[in-house]
């Protein structure tokens, strides 16, 4: 179990280093921050002077490991707009982004879960029908295309919901229910499929034939068993839900992570930009890091496999 924890912590290591540098080198390629920030007309004496003062005049390399080194000492930069540490101006949009994903994450467990369950056990049913053809759609979906929907139906022609701002919880219906429609539907189809692939197995019929009640069968052999694949998908969709907010939290005028980070790469704020993306990157390394321990906790022969390797 050690080794399969330290494999696993390593890895997450390395795909953090490795996002972090490709961001790095991406941001430094789109632009001088200098004259996005002083202006087209600001003389060079300004902006040579600006880029001196931001180290954005030394060679790459030695960016990178400067930068590199003031991450492990807990410095991640100054942003450029204001003069203000990034991870301050990150942590006070934290607690905006959380109020979508926490709500959305749990509608999506909520509403996916149950629906592809239950149109796996009714299988070729008009249900089942209905229930794929909803999740679809809602997978297709563009999320943009269904938050103006939604502005135009409950925002300007019903009037039941405001259409953007944070000032209370009516704001976050609408931005929320965009986020869930895209991630119930992936949650949906994924449990019918893991669901119908675990009927299908032999102990399941031999528990049946040996009289265990169906719902008994259902509920001590197969949910658990499907459960191990719709982890992994969940893990998955914990981590995309911060990266997944940039456009919702743009469309309706959310002061979360997801608009701050819009902002910043307009303006070629490297610090803040780079800040949030190690947020976004730790986010979904931790939480599939998180799902590889319990993958190895819910099937012990990952981890005998592990250790025999």
Known sequence: MISFFLTRLLRAF??????????????????????????????????????????????????????????????????????????????????????????????????????????????????????MMTAIIGFTLPNFVLGLVLVLIF??????????????????????????????????????????????QPYIRTASAKGVRWGNVIRNHALPNAAIPIVTLVGFMVGSLVAGAVVIESLFSWPGVGRLLVVAVSNRDLAVVQCILLLIASTMVLSNFVVDLLYGFLDPRLRDNQAKA
Not at 76 to 83: A, F, K
Not at 163 to 169: K, L, P, V, Y
Not at 173 to 193: D, E, K, N, Q, Y
């Open 14 to 131: 390395i795909t953090i280093v490795l996002v972090v540098s490709f961001a790095f080198i991406v941001l430094r390629m789109s632009g001088d921050p200098a004259q996005i920030i002083l202006g087209p007309d600001a003389p060079p004496q300004a902006v040579e002077a600006f880029r001196k003062a931001w180290g954005l005049d030394q060679p790459i390399l030695v960016q990178y490991f400067s930068y590199f080194g003031a991450i492990f000492q807990g410095d991640l930069g100054v942003s450029m707009r204001d003069g203000q540490k990034a991870i301050d101006l990150v942590a006070e949009r934290i607690p905006a982004t959380l109020m979508l994903t926490i709500p959305t994450l749990l509608l999506n467990l909520a509403i996916g879960i149950p629906a592809g369950v239950y149109a796996a056990l009714h299988r070729d049913s008009i249900i089942d029908r209905l229930v």
């Open 155 to 200: 925002s300007v022609t019903l009037k039941w919901l405001p259409s953007g701002g944070s000032d209370t919880w009516m704001h976050a219906i609408l931005p929320v229910f965009t986020m869930s429609i895209a991630g119930a539907a992936i949650l949906a189809r994924f449990a019918r499929s893991a669901m119908i692939e675990i009927l299908g």
